[in-house]
Nanobody, 128 residues
Framework: QVRLVESGGGSVQAGESLRLTCATS????????MGWFRQAPGKEREGIAF????????HYADSVKGRFTISKVNAKNALYLQMDGLEPDDTAMYYC?????????????????????WGQGTQVTVSS
């Protein structure tokens, strides 16, 4: 059974940092692309950061580029999202996701299919 479990969310002030972790089990971790999505109240879920199976190819949404860093550590079966310079607009539920069929070339352009696997989410709240 595949499990993705996010942690590290919380409530912070604008300008502060958080590091999200996605721990996985039951997944061929070395073979999957992964990503972080978020959904704010009343808004659609958006993909904000993606990484390919090896961790070498990444893509960021414009809204987080330069502030967030995604990393995939195959030796630990873990995915991370370092979030610096947080802003109130970053307030959302954050989800990690994984899929075996995300092609590196299209992933680098931010084009990915609906992930096969999702975590349950962790809340991030940023106050001004």
């Amino acid at each position: 059974q595949v499990r993705l479990v996010e942690s590290g969310g919380g409530s912070v002030q604008a300008g502060e940092s958080l590091r999200l972790t996605c721990a996985t089990s039951g997944l061929p971790f070395n073979d999957v692309g992964m990503g972080w999505f978020r959904q704010a109240p009343g808004k659609e879920r958006e993909g904000i950061a993606f990484v390919n199976w090896s961790g070498e190819i990444t893509h960021y949404a414009d809204s987080v580029k330069g502030r967030f860093t995604i990393s995939k550590v195959n030796a630990k079966n873990a995915l991370y999202l370092q979030m610096d310079g947080l802003e109130p607009d970053d307030t959302a539920m954050y989800y990690c996701a994984a899929d075996k069929f995300w092609a590196p070339r299209t992933l680098s352009l931010g084009i990915v299919g609906i992930p096969a696997y999702w975590g349950q989410g962790t809340q991030v709240t940023v106050s001004s």
